[in-house]
């Protein structure tokens, strides 16, 4: 199935729904969807989604689940107008239990949460090559999740919401409770904080402890003129007996 060319607007999608569900395998290119109660688009197993407009959705703009999932080449604005709270569900995106997920080339701008944001189980998540700025939160935010590499991403002025001083949250780029993280070769600038990764111990998933172990951050160019009390800040916070600092963890 594939989907082209057209303007999906103003469905009253009830709260975790979106106005397109793409099944197995299906293609959505070269459309727009906007308007939409809560979500634009959600992504299947193997689905592709690419040059479209997912913007002014209530809530997110892309989410959904699922192994294979291709998200290229795509404007995600303006979507969270409909007073979800970002740090559940609202924002640019948000996919649960991928695998193997790849964003890239998309630009994510201006969204109420984090502009891209997987959360809960996924694995094997590649964020390559996408710009990424001024959304409320985080700009690139990994949760709860395994391996994943982040490279090649220009994020800049993310954070707007200024949320929890001196904390990690609105960073360029955000890595929470996530294991076998590897970050490199970004562009990161004006974020309320920079990249960063909080250990706040929020049990196990589908494989193994979500926890802050083999994270590699290296080779990013990292640039702050946000002088506020409790911005610009870089590195690691863990909220329980200190283990993300140990050798062992290998952070």
Do not use: C
Not at 170 to 199: K, Y
Request: glycine share 14%; no cysteine.
């Amino acid at each position: 199935m594939t989907i082209r060319n057209l303007v999906v607007e103003k469905y009253a999608t009830p709260t975790a729904e979106a106005a397109i569900n793409l099944g197995t395998q299906w293609i959505i290119e070269d459309s727009e969807v906007r308007w939409n109660h809560y979500g634009g688009i959600s992504t299947g197993p193997q689905s592709i989604a690419r040059r479209n407009r997912v913007h002014n959705n209530g809530g997110t703009g892309f989410q959904g689940a699922g192994e294979g999932i291709l998200v290229a080449e795509n404007e995600i604005s303006y979507n969270g107008f409909a007073g979800y709270n970002p740090f559940w569900g609202a924002g640019g995106s948000k996919w649960v239990w991928t695998i193997k997920l790849v964003v890239r080339d998309n630009f994510a701008h201006h969204n109420r949460g984090p502009g891209l944001w997987t959360d809960v189980n996924n694995i094997y998540t590649l964020y390559e090559n996408n710009r990424v700025e001024d959304n409320e939160r985080g700009g690139i935010v990994h949760e709860i999740s395994y391996d994943a590499t982040i490279r090649g991403n220009t994020v800049r002025r993310n954070g707007s919401g200024r949320d929890f001083p001196h904390w990690t949250t609105g960073a360029g780029i955000e890595v929470i409770s996530s294991r076998n993280v590897e970050v490199h070769g970004n562009t990161v600038e004006d974020n309320w904080q920079g990249i960063t990764a909080l250990d706040d111990h929020r049990g196990a998933g589908n494989n193994g402890p979500w926890t802050v172990v083999n994270l590699n951050v290296h080779h990013n160019v990292v640039r702050s003129r946000i002088d506020d009390d409790g911005a610009g800040r870089i590195g690691i916070i863990d909220m329980k007996g200190g283990g993300a600092f140990l050798p062992t963890s290998n952070n």
